[in-house]
């Protein structure tokens, strides 16, 4: 790589896990989203690297596969965490969530806590932050371990709820919110994490974390952090 307008430079793989709207998703077979347009902007703007294809994967092989060297950036609503900060590095945040319960649009199971799961069936997307509520439910004795469902994909689990599969979902807020206007789906209530986004990076890779920062505080200071905001988020 590098070298064609003077400056070397490296090409970095980003990967995600889509269906998670508005920030990954597939429309019309193509890769759409905030998390996609926002990383070709921040790379654009970060000295020294240049943007190569998107790799797909389920939001639980995003760390193994950056980890391993098949993929270098992960942008994929990844909340920031003691955990994953063991494992891979993060830029600075980007995106603020909480956690929200959806459930079906109908009104035939509306819990105002979570100790109202209790007796029904849950759901959440495998290796996320509301994989790790529900699991919490479970340890406590809120759940019962065989009513709580781990999904690929958010958007399976959205499937069951609406079918009555499971009664409930735990995602990121700004997802639900997606899943509310697009589905027969409602958020019953939100429950509060302060989560923060960031973009994923292996650890140790210091130049393109710094890159990757710079680039961030760049798109924001031009403006085109806010519309990439409002563009996927609608003001
Ligand atoms: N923000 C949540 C997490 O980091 C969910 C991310 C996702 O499902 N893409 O676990």
Redesign the pocket.
Known sequence: SGGESGGDVTTITPGT?PG?PP??MKESGELVGFDIDLLAAVVAEADGYELGSWQEYS?DSLIPALTSDKIDVVA????I?DD?DETIDFTDPYYN?DQAILVRESGDFSPAELADLSGHKVGS?S??????VSKNLVEEGTLKESSYNSYDS?VFAVQDLENGNIDAII??LP?AQTFADQRPVSIAFTYETG?R?GFGVREGDDDLQSALNEGLAAVRDSGQYEELRNEWFGG
């Open positions: 896990a998670f920030f990954e939001f994929a609503g990844m909340s965490n994953r969530a997307q290796g996320t932050t509301g994989e790790t958010y995602l990121d997802v989560e986004y």
